[in-house]
Antibody, heavy 121, light 107 residues
Framework: DVQLVESGGGLVQPGGSLRLSCTAS????????MHWVRQAPGKGLLWVSR????????NHADSVRGRFTISRDNAKSTLYLQMNSLGAEDTAVYYC??????????????WGRGTPVTVSS | DIQMTQSPSSLSASVGDRITITCRAS??????LSWYQQRPGKAPNLLIY???SLQSGVPSRFSGSGSGTVFTLTINNLQPEDSATYYC?????????FGGGTTVEIK
């Protein structure tokens, strides 16, 4: 079974940094696009970033470009999100997600349970 | 960015009813449209992809249709476990964007 387990969330002060991790299992990790999607409290879903299996394509939403960096370690089947210069608007549950098929860069087929990030002093 | 507009934002229906949720894109997205269900406190779950393809394991009472800029999600024979928020998402252009959600309440 596909499993995605996020970690690294928590409370951070404004201007601080945090690195989220997502450990994947149950599928050939290096073959799949991976995404980060976030959801602020009581709000809808917001796509954050995606990375192709071979790392040849990386995209970020405008709201995080220059502050957040998505990366992956295929040998460890792990996805990362380095978040810098955090602000209150970044407070959200962050979901790790996988493309539906190995060629799916834009359809999200599986989601982790999410890790909460709170930016507050 | 492509804006996705869902309607209604919420609805209340009875068990056994048929309901329809509409999603409109600000420009054509061909058929790169997915629907997700999110129950309270849970992660989203894919229901429909490519506008009308049913994801494996999803009950057949869920169906999707549309192309271009207007899409619909229909739930036939509404069940208590369908109480959730439903989101559409376009995959035609980066950034991927989601609709604002439709909350379905079972009377």
């Amino acid at each position: 079974d596909v499993q995605l387990v996020e970690s690294g969330g928590g409370l951070v002060q404004p201007g601080g940094s945090l690195r989220l991790s997502c450990t994947a299992s149950g599928f050939p990790f290096s073959s799949y696009w991976m995404h980060w999607v976030r959801q602020a409290p009581g709000k809808g879903l917001l796509w954050v970033s995606r990375i192709k299996g071979d790392e040849s394509i990386i995209n970020h939403a405008d709201s995080v470009r220059g502050r957040f960096t998505i990366s992956r370690d295929n040998a460890k089947s792990t996805l990362y999100l380095q978040m810098n210069s955090l602000g209150a608007e970044d407070t959200a549950v962050y979901y790790c997600a996988r493309g539906l098929f190995d060629y799916s860069g834009s359809t999200i087929g599986w989601w982790g349970r999410g890790t909460p990030v709170t930016v507050s002093s | 960015d492509i804006q996705m507009t869902q309607s209604p934002s919420s609805l209340s229906a009875s068990v056994g009813d048929r309901i329809t949720i509409t999603c409109r894109a600000s420009q054509t997205i061909v058929n790169y449209l997915s629907w997700y269900q999110q129950r309270p406190g849970k992660a989203p779950n894919l229901l429909i992809y490519m506008a009308s393809s049913l994801q494996s394991g999803v009950p057949s009472r869920f169906s999707g249709s549309g192309s271009g800029t207007v899409f619909t999600l229909t739930i036939n024979n509404l069940q208590p476990e369908d109480s959730a928020t439903y989101y559409c998402q376009q995959g035609n252009t980066i950034p991927l964007t989601f609709g604002g959600g439709t909350t379905v309440e079972i009377k």
